[in-house]
């Protein structure tokens, strides 16, 4: 059965009798900044850290609720508005923090620079560096006539990162299948599969030209 076979009769499966086959969400590679944590950064040598600082500033967080989604602030010590990240998560790595926008599908490196926030979006590379047991799936991999990819399944459980590469948003995407298995993380675009078979990635399964759906093919 060709491709193209394949997918019609996705589309005429997907909405009817998909079902969401990811099991309880797996933990997180590395530490979340929790709510009520505190955090201190280091304009001197440019360094964050999750120990308190009395020569560095200090910053609370805290986590504040918009629809279904969360994101995080920064306050002062007088528990004034500092700054927020816009992000779902955050963590400290080697004295840089990084945060990750479920909406976005990407990863950032915030810094304070004359106390304004700045942000780097991290390349492929960096990210790579950070999950080195992950393959990256790159958006623009996507074949643009199907929006399907293939890839090779590789080990009991293959770790995917799906990350953005082009200027769509992905508000309330999630993962879906009718045959694979795999599990989930809090960050949407990271999954751990167990089993072969078609993942769809899509918001509540539209496929619409401005909300369109992404098939994983898991060979």
């Known amino acids: 059965?060709?491709?193209?076979?394949?997918?019609?009769?996705?589309?005429?499966?997907?909405?009817?009798?998909?079902?969401?086959?990811a099991e309880e969400q797996l933990p997180i590679p590395y530490k979340n900044i929790k709510e009520k944590?505190?955090?201190?950064?280091?304009?001197?040598n440019d360094i964050w850290s999750d120990k308190v600082d009395r020569k560095a500033e200090n910053y609370y967080v805290k986590t504040v609720s918009v629809g279904t989604g969360n994101y995080s602030e920064f306050l002062n010590p007088d528990e004034s508005f500092a700054f927020s990240t816009g992000c779902q998560y955050e963590f400290i790595y080697k004295g840089n923090l990084i945060g990750y926008s479920n909406q976005d599908l990407n990863f950032y490196d915030f810094?304070?620079?004359?106390?304004e926030l700045t942000r780097r979006e991290l390349p492929q590379e960096e990210v790579q560096d950070l999950f080195p047991d992950?393959?990256?799936?790159?958006i623009s991999e996507f074949s643009p006539n199907t929006n399907s990819l293939k890839v090779k399944k590789k080990g009991k459980n293959f770790k995917l990162i799906l990350l953005n590469d082009t200027d769509r948003n992905f508000y309330h995407y999630s993962f879906t299948s009718?045959?694979?298995r795999f599990k989930t993380y809090q960050l949407h675009g990271l999954l751990d599969v167990t089993k072969k078979g078609m993942i769809q990635f899509s918001h509540f399964g539209d496929n619409t030209k401005d909300m369109p759906w992404f098939i994983l093919l898991v060979r």
């Open 1 to 21: 059965m060709n491709l193209k076979k394949i997918l019609m009769g996705v589309i005429l499966f997907a909405g009817l009798v998909l079902t969401v086959n």
């Open 37 to 44: 944590s505190k955090i201190t950064y280091s304009a001197e």
């Open 111 to 115: 810094a304070l620079t004359d106390g």
């Open 134 to 138: 992950y393959k990256i799936v790159k």
């Open 178 to 180: 009718n045959n694979a």
